[in-house]
């Protein structure tokens, strides 16, 4: 299993330590499927900015762009050789997705969860959290501006 604990699911509590991040992470689209797109910010455990990422992810869903800003923020954790990663999103269910909460159902999101599952397994330990959307306005107002280029192409 990609994710361990002792119970085979993740930890759920949140990191802490030094050299530890948080991703916050979002997706959108714009019709669903519409226009869409992925922002990712990065902090460490001061709250400073490490990173933002975004990228326009053509027209998809939006479960699909918030996926894709996973796959982002798990690929620059893999990147930079990050031995742990608290991730916060607030998609519900792509949280319980990757908790093994929820089954993945949907064809389309099947593949992007197997490489968010073989990114998690490439990293020491990934946690992921659950936040309302007000605590997730940085990610989203970078989701935004992707959206705003995949609508422009």
Do not use: C
Request: aromatic share 4%.
């Amino acid at each position: 299993m990609a994710i361990r604990s002792s119970s085979d699911r993740p930890d759920t509590t949140g990191l802490q330590g030094p050299g530890v991040l948080t991703a916050y992470i979002d997706g959108g689209s714009r019709g669903n499927p519409g226009p869409a797109g992925y922002g990712v910010r990065l902090e460490d455990e001061s709250g400073a900015v490490i990173a933002e990422l975004s990228a326009p992810v053509g027209i998809a869903t939006n479960n699909v762009a918030e996926y894709r800003g996973l796959l982002a923020a798990l690929l620059w954790a893999v990147d930079h050789g990050l031995p742990a990663l608290h991730i916060r999103s607030d998609s519900e269910l792509l949280v319980r997705q990757m908790r093994g909460e929820y089954r993945v159902k949907h064809p389309g999101l099947q593949p992007l969860h197997q490489d968010a599952r073989a990114l998690v397994a490439r990293l020491g330990r990934v946690t992921f959290e659950h936040v309302r959307r007000e605590h997730n306005a940085e990610a989203d107002r970078l989701a935004n501006l992707a959206m705003d280029q995949a609508g422009q192409a």
